[in-house]
């Protein structure tokens, strides 16, 4: 009657045990992450799921497929070479590899992981979507590959009408055959998927772009930049578009920021200058237009290798612009021989050769009025093919 009974006491300072979460708790975390736009947050999902189950290839696969979206390719191959140890016959595997190889510039390795990838399963709409966009970044060098472009870009579409990527190929087919208006809706269709994927919304800027509308394209660019600040490229293109607006000060403000990013790029030093020159400051102008024509090192010590004349529409600018900006300064001695140099190294270019001799005029005028100001000319621009 006086005996106690004592419960079992476990003992002290040992931590409960938790539950193991599944290796599919972290994908669907991971996929929902990735339909929100969250791209790190579900890479970082992705991880975990492969921590957890290494053996599965394609937790390997969906990983590196967002990491090419954030322009992580080096990772990416590595993921898919991952899982390819797990099963060599996998298609996705080897579609994604060649799409992030396709992203280096190594264009045959890329085109033989992607054909491998089809032969492996010939419905695959992420391979021909792949196989679109190697294909369309061949067409300079081969037009002949347009039509093929266009049948793998509608194939992958039919295949998988639900796939970010199918819209994405099919919108960059649509945007380089100048079916514009068809690839703005590619494109909208592709970050209704997925809104944060800075790329989707620079080529749907350019589309806007084209189309000369130029307040979406503005827009649109600078999404595409905030998302990805390190992009030069969508830095220049929000740059012209403001330029191609009359908005000289905001075109020039991002082309500083670009030369910020690019300093050894002569192309950025140009494309600054020629701003510049918009805005009639002819000293900044002779300043940047000479590292793209001379080439030189800047203030900070970076090396610039200037650019050899040619014909290339961008290079002609430059030259053009930067005898312009050296006239204007009342600087003829130096800026004769870079008109000569225009009639002489470029003299099929219709444009290069009416600006070369309207600053030769300019400067004959300035040696009979030497004190007389004369309006700027009208520059005409050569325009890039798309």
């Given at each position: ?122 419905n695959s ?120 607006d009359g ?28 701003v510049q ?110």
């Open positions: 009657m006086n005996q106690v009974v004592v419960p079992a006491t476990p003992p002290l300072f040992i931590p409960t045990p938790t539950q193991t979460l599944s290796p599919e708790s972290f994908v669907n975390r991971a996929q929902e992450l990735f339909l929100d736009g969250k791209l790190d947050a579900s890479k970082d999902a992705y991880k975990e799921a492969i921590a957890v189950d290494p053996e599965n290839p394609s937790n390997f696969v969906e990983l590196a497929r967002i990491q090419i979206f954030t322009g992580e390719y080096e990772e990416a191959i590595k993921n898919t070479s991952n899982a390819m140890l797990k099963n060599p016959n996998n298609p996705l595997a080897h579609a994604v590899q060649g799409w992030a190889l396709t992203f280096q510039g190594d264009l045959v390795e890329a085109e033989r992981s992607i054909r491998r990838a089809l032969e492996l399963d010939p709409a992420l391979a021909h979507a792949y196989y679109a966009e190697w294909l369309i970044d061949q067409v300079d060098e081969d037009y002949g590959l347009l039509d093929k472009a266009i049948s793998e870009s509608n194939l992958a579409l039919q295949l998988d009408p639900n796939l970010l990527e199918t819209h994405r190929a099919r919108g960059l087919v649509l945007l380089n055959s100048n079916n514009l208006e068809e690839a703005v809706m590619e494109f909208e269709n592709a970050i209704s998927l997925n809104k944060n994927i800075a790329d989707l919304h620079l080529y749907l800027g350019l589309a806007y772009k084209a189309l000369e509308r130029y307040d979406l394209a503005q827009e649109s660019l600078l999404l595409a930049y905030s998302l990805n600040p390190d992009d030069t490229v969508a830095l220049i293109e929000l740059s012209r578009a403001y330029f191609a908005r000289y000060a905001q075109a020039a403000q991002y082309a500083e920021e670009a030369v910020k990013n690019e300093p050894a790029n002569p192309h950025r030093h140009g494309y600054l200058g020629i020159y918009k805005q009639e400051d002819y000293p900044k102008a002779i300043d940047e237009l000479v590292y793209a024509v001379r080439g030189g090192t800047t203030p900070e010590n970076v090396t610039v290798e200037g650019l050899q004349l040619s014909y290339d529409d961008r290079v002609m600018q430059y030259y053009w612009y930067y005898g312009f900006a050296l006239a204007r300064a009342r600087r003829c001695e130096e800026a004769i021989p870079v008109f000569q140099a225009l009639l002489t190294g470029v003299p099929d270019n219709e444009i290069a050769v009416y600006n070369a001799q309207e600053g030769l005029n300019i400067c004959k005028e300035q040696a009979e009025t030497p004190f007389e100001v004369t309006d700027t000319p009208p520059v005409e621009e050569a325009t890039p093919q798309p």
